[in-house]
């Protein structure tokens, strides 16, 4: 019975995880601060050489054990509904740039003459499951403290942090070698 | 060297040579980071997006000078972006003492108007722009219980 129950809920969070992937969220293409940038938009926060990755700073232990401190409970709660807004653009945009790195590269696939088909399928594995478990997060930030799943959120940001840098220096790379 | 090799030269030496005036004259005698970065925002034309200072505009040229104090925006915003939540109460505090005006006048107009959002740079990281503007509301929400459970206290 009980196994039924976690299949059920694991079916239960694909299906809205995929969903949200299939449906970008308005946040994820034109947020509160202006649109994330593609590719294209390598200029200030997103050139390869000012980026800087966030996670650490958003669900720090020091402004956690800072607002507990102040012993109220209505900031507490303002805390986490804050930081709950921010971890939830921070993994849009993530989610959003996943979605610019796979569109970029399916340009580049069909422009390239000899194609690695089994390196094309692992590339293409690693940004479904990197976006499946972005669209995962997301719903259990929605519903949970967002500091349970934090190391969750910060691994898998990391990665997706590489892959966008890696996306960054391909396209200076292209960008200078023209 | 051709022409435009040299403008490119001088461009960028008038362009360095005014951000350490900008720091050295003006930055270090502004308290806290936050002072600077709304002084900062404050010389950016809200149309153009231009950032202007007629002082250091006549030594310099305006390329240099915009240059200079964009520059010096991002790297103060950085800053404050990557400080502790901590600090950033500290700032505001800092802050709201050498304003001049009165401290209950200040909160109440940054809680309602939100004024530090026109303080971000353009092109700054989205997340990090929401992370900054987030602390400081909740700073300026820590600051204002302070202050009731001060004027409860007998």
Redesign the interface.
């Known amino acids: 019975m009980s196994m039924l129950f976690i299949v059920v809920l694991i079916a239960f969070l694909l299906f809205f995880a995929v969903l949200h992937f299939l449906e970008p969220s308005a946040s994820a293409t034109e947020s509160q601060f202006g649109a994330p940038q593609g590719l294209d938009d390598t200029a200030g926060c997103c050139n390869a050489e000012e980026f800087v990755s966030l996670g650490e700073l958003i669900l720090s232990d020091r402004d956690w054990e800072f607002m507990r401190r102040e012993q109220n409970p209505a900031l507490n709660e303002l805390f986490v509904q804050e930081r709950r807004a921010v971890v939830r653009h921070w993994l849009d945009q993530s989610a959003g740039r996943l979605r610019l790195i796979r569109a970029r590269h399916v340009q580049r696939s069909r422009l390239a003459k000899d194609i690695n088909l089994v390196a094309e399928a692992r590339v293409f594995l690693l940004l479904f499951y990197l976006s499946l478990v972005f669209g995962v997060l997301l719903i259990l930030v929605r519903f949970f403290h967002p500091y349970r799943s934090r190391a969750l959120a910060q691994h898998f940001q990391a990665k997706a942090d590489l892959l966008w840098l890696s996306a960054l220096n391909t396209e200076s790379g292209s960008t200078d070698s023209r | 060297m051709n022409a435009v090799g040299n403008v490119g030269k001088i461009a960028g030496t008038s362009a360095e040579s005014a951000y350490e005036d900008l720091w050295r004259r003006t930055l270090s005698r502004i308290p806290g980071d936050l002072n600077r970065l709304i002084y900062l925002a404050s010389t950016r034309d809200y149309n153009s997006g231009r950032y202007h200072h007629a002082g250091l505009e006549a030594h310099f040229g305006f390329e240099a000078v915009h240059q200079a104090l964009e520059r010096a925006h991002r790297e103060v915003f ?1 800053k404050i ?2 400080s ?3 600090d950033v ?1 500290s700032g505001l505090e800092q802050y709201i003492s050498n304003c001049g005006e009165s401290p209950e006048d200040v909160m109440r107009s940054w809680r309602r108007l939100q004024p530090y959002r026109v303080a ?1 740079p ?10 900054l ?3 400081l ?2 700073g300026l ?2 600051l204002e ?1 302070r202050r009731a459970r001060a004027q409860d206290r007998p």
């Open positions: 950085s972006t990557h502790s939540l901590k109460v971000i353009i092109n700054s990281d989205p997340i990090a722009a929401h992370l503007m987030s602390n509301k909740l929400e820590v219980r």
